[in-house]
């Protein structure tokens, strides 16, 4: 897959996928925020300590933005914990929830 196509199919999952498919019980709504979850957990800490400029997803090596988009894909198939990589964010952020 080619990088435009990689990008296309982030901004397509964050912004209208995983918005359209939030349930009640989710953290979050907004694409940002499953950015931020997202790229995260690809990163395994905060993003911006691993990627210089923004926006994160057009600096992000391939390997980070596709293991981005698989966990936002396994979020949807409902195979990954959208609140545990929530949680975790947080706590990289030093803003852990009880």
């Not at 901004?11 to 359209?20: G, I, N, S």
């Not at 939030?22 to 907004?30: G, N």
Request: proline fraction near 4%; aromatic fraction near 8%; include cysteine.
């Amino acid at each position: 897959m080619g990088r435009a196509a990689l990008e296309a199919q982030w901004l397509k999952l964050t912004r209208e996928d995983l918005p359209a498919a939030a349930k009640p019980d989710w953290p979050v709504r907004f694409d940002h925020c499953f950015q931020r979850i997202l790229l995260d957990a690809a990163c395994g800490g905060v993003w911006y300590d691993h990627i210089a400029k923004r926006p994160a997803y057009a600096h992000a090596s391939d390997s980070v933005l596709t293991e981005a988009i698989s966990l936002g894909q396994a979020v949807l198939d409902g195979k990954a914990d959208l609140s545990a990589l929530n949680r975790q964010s947080l706590v990289w952020r030093g803003k852990a929830i009880r």
